[in-house]
């Protein structure tokens, strides 16, 4: 308890600093956008609190408010979606998914959480919108639906899943994973504010840029060669391959969301500008970093 007692302490200091940071050098500098950094920092904040919930009190809590989490996020993605009247049992099937899920979880079902979303709801999901319902639109909602699941209660679900396989490294391995994962994301967003030049996809999100993804997969994977034995049970040179996947899948999982939002969103520019400070945005990156970790870290270690 001590021990994690003093990394809870180190963390919310360094979380504390880096606020106050921002908000000195947003002040100094109304010129510049920084909306991205408000919005990682934020989720520091949040994935912070949910640490606190496993570290101090239970599992269980964590799984709970990472579960409202989730919940919120699949929410603003249906919104964004064009649905019919159709598709509202569709999407409270999809919904309903997210306790069966954290139900494998909790349970230590390793097989059933690994398959159930991609297999059996993927083979299912369709039924509720088949039953007199129509054949108009079936494939964009049911595909729709599916991919927002995939990438919601899927890829997120993961972060709770390191703390059931292991809870003597659980703890350490998702900070590990969340502090990797928005150090990236911010080095990416400064460098190509500062300093970037060509743009990956100008027309989803101008903040990436090419000289930005370089530096952030530098700065991430010297960052995992230092923190990661006092995280993780990782050793050194296994961290710099560690490091460098979670700021490529970081990188794609931004990516990807960004597109995602932006053909989702084409003729809609409120609802586009509304969710710029959206759940999506916060948890972008961790999508895909989440359940690329994890795997990784089962096939190359025992412990999980």
Same mark, same amino acid.
């Given at each position: 308890?001590?021990?994690?007692?003093?990394?809870?302490?180190?963390?919310? &200091?360094?979380?504390?600093?880096?606020?106050?940071?921002?908000?000195?050098?947003?002040? %100094?500098?109304?010129? /510049?956008?920084?909306?991205?950094?408000?919005?990682?920092?934020?989720?520091?904040?949040?994935?912070?609190?949910?640490?606190?919930?496993?570290?101090?009190? &239970?599992?269980?809590?964590?799984?709970?408010?990472?579960?409202?989490?989730?919940?919120?996020? @699949? /929410?603003?993605?249906?919104?964004?979606?064009?649905?019919?009247?159709?598709?509202?049992?569709?999407?409270?099937?999809?919904?309903?998914?997210?306790?069966?899920?954290?139900?494998?979880?909790?349970?230590?079902?390793?097989?059933?959480?690994?398959?159930? %979303?991609?297999?059996?709801?993927?083979?299912?999901?369709?039924?509720?919108?088949?039953?007199?319902?129509?054949?108009?639109?079936?494939?964009?909602?049911?595909?729709?639906?599916?991919?927002?699941?995939?990438?919601?209660?899927?890829?997120?679900? !993961?972060?709770?899943?390191?703390?059931?396989?292991?809870?003597?490294?659980?703890?350490?391995?998702?900070?590990?994973?969340?502090?990797?994962?928005?150090?990236?994301?911010?080095? !990416?967003?400064?460098? &190509?504010?500062?300093?970037?030049?060509?743009? %990956?996809?100008?027309?989803?999100?101008?903040?990436?840029?090419?000289?930005?993804?370089?530096?952030?997969?530098?700065?991430?994977?010297?960052?995992?060669?230092?923190?990661?034995?006092?995280?993780?049970?990782?050793?050194?040179?296994?961290?710099?391959?560690?490091?460098? @996947?979670?700021?490529?899948?970081?990188?794609?999982?931004?990516?990807?969301?960004?597109?995602?939002?932006?053909?989702?969103?084409?003729?809609?520019?409120? /609802?586009?500008?509304?969710?710029?400070?959206?759940?999506?945005?916060?948890?972008?990156?961790?999508?895909?970093? &989440?359940?690329?970790? @994890?795997?990784?870290?089962?096939?190359?270690?025992?412990?999980?």
């Amino acid at each position: 308890m001590n021990h994690s007692m003093l990394l809870l302490i180190l963390v919310f &200091s360094a979380l504390a600093a880096f606020h106050f940071i921002y908000y000195i050098v947003d002040r %100094i500098q109304p010129d /510049k956008d920084y909306t991205p950094i408000a919005l990682r920092v934020k989720t520091w904040w949040s994935m912070f609190f949910i640490f606190c919930l496993a570290t101090l009190l &239970s599992s269980v809590v964590s799984m709970l408010s990472l579960m409202v989490l989730i919940f919120f996020a @699949l /929410k603003e993605y249906f919104s964004m979606i064009r649905t019919r009247k159709a598709d509202r049992r569709l999407f409270l099937w999809a919904y309903l998914a997210i306790p069966i899920q954290f139900y494998w979880i909790y349970t230590g079902w390793y097989g059933m959480f690994i398959v159930f %979303i991609p297999i059996y709801v993927s083979l299912f999901l369709p039924l509720p919108r088949l039953i007199n319902k129509g054949t108009v639109g079936f494939l964009r909602s049911v595909s729709s639906t599916q991919w927002g699941l995939m990438l919601m209660v899927f890829g997120l679900s !993961h972060l709770a899943y390191f703390q059931v396989a292991s809870p003597e490294y659980g703890a350490g391995l998702v900070l590990y994973l969340v502090v990797l994962t928005q150090l990236g994301d911010v080095v !990416h967003v400064l460098f &190509s504010l500062y300093f970037g030049r060509r743009r %990956i996809v100008p027309t989803a999100n101008p903040n990436l840029t090419w000289e930005g993804f370089a530096c952030s997969l530098l700065v991430t994977t010297a960052v995992s060669f230092f923190i990661a034995p006092y995280l993780t049970p990782i050793a050194r040179p296994f961290a710099l391959f560690t490091g460098a @996947l979670i700021s490529l899948s970081g990188f794609f999982g931004s990516l990807t969301v960004s597109v995602l939002k932006r053909d989702l969103l084409i003729g809609d520019d409120d /609802k586009a500008q509304a969710t710029k400070k959206s759940y999506l945005s916060l948890i972008d990156s961790l999508t895909y970093t &989440s359940p690329v970790f @994890l795997h990784v870290i089962r096939y190359f270690y025992d412990f999980m």
